[in-house]
């Protein structure tokens, strides 16, 4: 079965830095793509970004909001997805959900999610 | 890029049919095949019902199913039961393959 388990949520300050981590199992780790999806509080769901799996190039990429303050990475031999998070400003409080790509136009599994709230 | 657009809320009673559209362009919803759906009951994580032009993960109903016209793609659900009741959206992966942009969501209520 799988699991996908983030971590890292917390309380922080505008302008301050963040990073959250997705533990997973139960699939090869390795050759997944995988993706950060968010959801403001009351609000829709907003793709963060994409990262994909080694074999299929490694490249990543990012939503408009996000982009050049969010980083995405992965620990293949940990399974462990993660996400790299700078300046964060008011509008990127939301519950961050972390999901395998089980097709690259899907978003096949999702974790729980963990929150984010930035606030002064 | 735009979120694509969903009708706020959709209401039927138990038996009955609904259709919920997600309305885009050319350069997402165009290709329905790359439109997904996902479920989401409060409080928990969205759920993936169809993709790839009508198919269905494993243990998601045959009452969902999708179409597509032009630049707008929709789904049914058939036979409205009482856990059907949530939001859903939609998603279009978009920008060659570079992107991906979610329905405003569509709020199902269950009479």
């Known amino acids: 079965e799988e699991q996908l388990v983030e971590s890292g949520g917390v309380l922080v300050k505008p302008g301050g830095s963040l990073r959250l981590s997705c533990a997973t199992s139960?699939?090869?780790?390795?050759?997944?793509?995988m993706s950060w999806v968010r959801q403001a509080p009351g609000k829709g769901l907003e793709w963060v970004g994409r990262?994909?799996?080694?074999?299929?190039?490694?490249?990543?990429h990012y939503g408009a909001p996000v982009k050049d303050r969010f980083t995405i990475s992965r620990d293949d031999s940990k399974s462990t997805l993660f996400l790299q998070m700078n300046n964060l400003q008011t509008e990127d409080t939301a519950m961050y959900f972390c999901?395998?790509?089980?097709?690259?136009?899907?978003?096949?599994?999702w974790g729980q999610g963990t929150l984010v709230t930035v606030s002064s | 890029q735009s979120a694509l657009t969903q009708p706020a809320s959709v209401s039927g009673s138990p038996g009955q049919s609904i259709t919920i559209s997600c309305t885009g362009t050319s350069s997402d919803v165009g290709d329905y095949n790359l439109v997904s759906w996902y479920q989401q009951h409060p409080g928990k994580a969205p759920k993936l019902m169809i993709y790839?032009?009508?198919k269905r993960p494993s243990g998601v109903s045959t009452r969902f199913s999708v179409s597509g016209s032009g630049n707008s793609a929709s789904l049914t659900v058939s036979g409205l039961q009482p856990e059907d009741e949530a939001d859903y959206y939609c998603?279009?992966?978009?920008?060659?393959?570079?992107?991906?942009?979610f329905g405003t969501g569509t709020k199902v209520t269950v009479l």
């Open positions: 999901v395998h790509n089980t097709g690259e136009e899907r978003f096949g599994y």
């Open positions: 998603c279009s992966y978009a920008g060659g393959g570079t992107s991906y942009v």
């Open positions: 139960g699939f090869t780790f390795t050759y997944a793509w």
């Open positions: 790839g032009g009508g």
């Open positions: 990262i994909k799996s080694q074999g299929g190039g490694g490249t990543i």
